[in-house]
């Protein structure tokens, strides 16, 4: 959410270490998460994609506890954040627009829709990239599936779902998580996206995310194909 904007002071200040806004921060995701029944152990936070360029600040506030990042073809995203631009637009003349790119507030300015949405995204996965290693699990979104997923939460955060707890979990595979009714039926959509690469787009992602994305693939999780015999 929009929340994290104080770990900046409003997108002003950069240098937040030791300030009394980590700790408001810290003691805010702890008390969403706090207990509420004796079964309980463990909780997961989402962020939003634009929110890494926090990680070094939640790493901070957080620094034992396991990341998991997930990235796509960044062609994909690319077309995805033209369809629904309103929120990057209305980011880009501003001071929010600015720290996300960690350009100066002219030069956001004066940015097409594309190059803003570009370079906010070169930003977040340069941003998650500085930190392997470092208790971080990478994870391409095309190996985001039912089958892989108890795996999932093994490898990045050494979590066993119970046989009553992961027939849940699979189950939200079938709904799209932006409907809020939760009768929608999940369709990948990587196709009709893949169509809609302009070329535009494509030099885009040539130019500023193919390689950071290609790094990230050296990282990633990996799944061992199950062997019929």
Known sequence: TDGLRYFSNDWTDKNIENSTRQTVIRNLILAMGKKRDNQSKQYFVKFRSWNSVFMKDLRVLFPDIPFLFMYRNPVEVLVSGQKRANEFEASRPTSKGAYITNYSLEKTQEMEKLTFLTLSIKRMLATALSFQNNNTAYLNYKDFKKDNFEMILKKAFNYQPTSNELPLMLSQFDRYSKDQTN????????????????PEIQQAADEHLNDLTTELDTLKMTFNPILSV
Not at 188 to 198: E, P, Q, R
Request: charged share 20%.
């Open 183 to 198: 009768n929608v039926q999940f369709v990948s959509d990587t196709v009709t996206k893949l169509k809609a690469v302009t």
